[in-house]
């Protein structure tokens, strides 16, 4: 991750100003890292990543995000949104995790299509679909794509899908707007 990408995505602060901070003011803990133009006070994902820059600075080591920011910010995107679908209240992100794996198992999560793991399969929800253009959902309901049908990730690349035995390629900004609800496998 570059200096001057956000590490706080909500409020926009960079990692050069978290290394800043934490030379001027040497926090004693972690949580005052929040004192650094309110990091970690908006959905709450970065925190885990602050407690790490300041683990790292308080043993003597410049502090890094290990990644490219890109992944970084789509993860961050994509937790929150599965957060929000399952309505969690979640202070960190081991809680989530051990909280996520109860909640996934009793509660619909709805990903969007583009995160499928390559060879899972989930069932395609369409009331999701209600703000594309018309053209969009035509397009998509021609391909076979109706709702609650089955579908199968074939290949991670790009996003191709299997509906029955039939093959479609999706682009991916149309494939980040279809929600699925991944199934277990049987
Ligand atoms: S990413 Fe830092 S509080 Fe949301």
Redesign the pocket.
């Known amino acids: 991750m570059n200096e001057h990408d956000h590490v706080?995505?909500?409020?926009r602060v960079s990692l050069a100003k978290l290394r800043a901070f934490l030379v001027r003011e040497n926090p004693s803990v972690a949580s005052l890292m929040t004192e650094c133009l309110g990091?970690?006070?908006?959905?709450?994902?970065?925190?885990s990543q602050l407690e790490s820059l300041h683990a790292q600075h308080k043993a003597g080591q410049l502090p890094i995000i290990e990644g490219e920011h890109d992944a970084y910010r789509e993860r961050?995107i994509l937790d929150n949104r599965i957060k929000k679908s399952v309505g969690l209240d979640i202070e960190n992100e081991s809680q989530y995790d051990a909280k996520m794996s109860v909640e996934m198992s009793k509660k619909r999560v709805r990903i969007p299509l583009s995160q499928l793991p390559v060879g899972a399969r989930a069932r395609v929800d369409c009331s999701a679909l209600t703000h594309l253009p018309e053209s969009d959902r035509c397009l998509l309901a021609a391909m076979g794509l109706a709702d609650q049908c089955e579908v199968e990730r074939c290949s991670g690349h790009e996003c191709i899908i299997r509906i029955d035995r039939t093959r479609i390629a999706l682009a991916r900004p149309l494939a980040d707007q279809v929600l699925v609800e991944p199934l277990n496998p049987s």
Do not use: L, Q
């Open positions: 706080c995505i909500c409020h990091a970690g006070t908006g959905c709450g994902w970065c925190r961050r």
